[in-house]
């Protein structure tokens, strides 16, 4: 077992009825509650990290606060310094944790600086390799149904970046664990079947000389270009940047094996831990706000 699940905790909240309304929203959870196949830290994520183990975690996946954005209700600005100091800690300390085969997925998103779209986000891949990550991919998150607005000489922002690092080359890899459906259908396959390059060469005794083989698997592995929709699910404590459950998820499936260990250092609602529960990894998540972390119990129980 994992050194930070057999710590001694307070009580579990599990059993506490979290219900979407102003007056619950106000129970924070306490500071440290193990639910689940996981644990939830109400702490700066830099002290969390500091008390693990080297090499004791197979996957860290986050999305931490976007640069200049003070919405998060403890005084932080975010700004650049906080990235070149701070937030550079921290990420010392995820490769420090991270074992061999482990991998650092962080979802990020410059804003906008005047006429120009921010460079942090490029500038983090150079940061995270001195440190000794291995860039290994860079995602792109396209939302169909992006955030409205009417830009001067802008359009609507539907992307976003997920980076993937590895720890070391040898990151697991589990792309049969995320297949998804090829994009011929039934009609599309039978035509193909019939097509030339869709038979094998073969010696036949009857002469025939070819062999038909499929014409395609009916599902295939994913491709870097992640399409899904923003979070529209209820916002009772109204946290202003979460991410869809099909996001962490995803990287779950692809990145580690049941029971391995998925850790959210910038983890807000909790929606890692949600992801984490259904594929039955556990997990160790961490914010600052206790109030955010509040719907992690209804989130776990309906499962999104
Ligand atoms: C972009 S949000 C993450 C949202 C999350 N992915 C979700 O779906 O709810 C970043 C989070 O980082 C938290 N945060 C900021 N500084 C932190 C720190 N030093 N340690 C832990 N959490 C922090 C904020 O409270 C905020 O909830």
């Not at 979407?20 to 440290?32: R, V």
């Not at 080297?54 to 932080?76: C, M, W």
């Not at 986000?121 to 860079?138: S, T």
């Not at 990894?281 to 109030?291: F, G, P």
């Amino acid at each position: 077992m994992h050194s930070f699940l057999s710590r001694s905790f307070p009580l579990a909240v599990a059993n506490r009825t979290t219900r979407y309304s102003k007056a619950s929203i106000e129970i924070a959870l306490p500071e440290e509650t193990r639910i689940g196949l996981g644990r939830f830290v109400i702490d700066d994520c830099l002290n969390v990290l500091t008390e693990l183990d080297d090499e004791s975690v197979d996957l860290v996946i986050t999305s931490p606060p976007y640069d200049g954005q003070a919405k998060y209700g403890n005084g932080e600005r975010y700004e650049r310094e906080w990235y070149t100091g701070t937030f550079l800690s921290i990420t010392k300390e995820v490769y420090r944790v991270l074992r061999p085969h482990g991998s650092f997925v962080l979802n990020y998103r410059s804003k906008r600086h005047g006429d120009e779209r921010g460079l942090l986000q490029y500038e983090l891949v150079f940061w995270l390799r001195e440190q000794g990550f291995l860039f290994a991919e860079d995602f792109i998150w396209g939302k169909p149904s992006p955030p409205p607005g009417r830009f001067n000489r802008y359009l609507k922002d539907a992307v976003e970046y997920v980076f993937h690092f590895g720890k070391t080359p040898q990151w697991q890899f589990f792309p049969e664990q995320c297949l998804t459906p090829a994009r011929w259908d039934a009609r599309d396959r039978e035509r193909r079947k019939k097509l030339a390059h869709n038979y094998e060469r073969v010696n036949e005794p009857s002469g025939q000389g070819r062999k038909r083989v499929q014409a395609g698997p009916d599902m295939v592995r994913p491709s870097t270009l992640l399409l899904m929709e923003p979070e529209f699910l209820p916002n009772p404590t109204e946290h202003p940047s979460r991410f869809p459950v099909a996001l962490p998820a995803f990287f779950i499936n692809l990145l580690t094996k049941s029971g391995q260990l998925v850790v959210d250092p910038f983890a807000g609602t909790g929606t890692t831990a949600v992801a984490a529960e259904q594929l039955g990894r556990q997990w160790l998540c961490v914010d600052t706000n206790a109030t955010y972390a509040s719907v992690l119990p209804e989130r776990l129980r309906t499962g999104h």
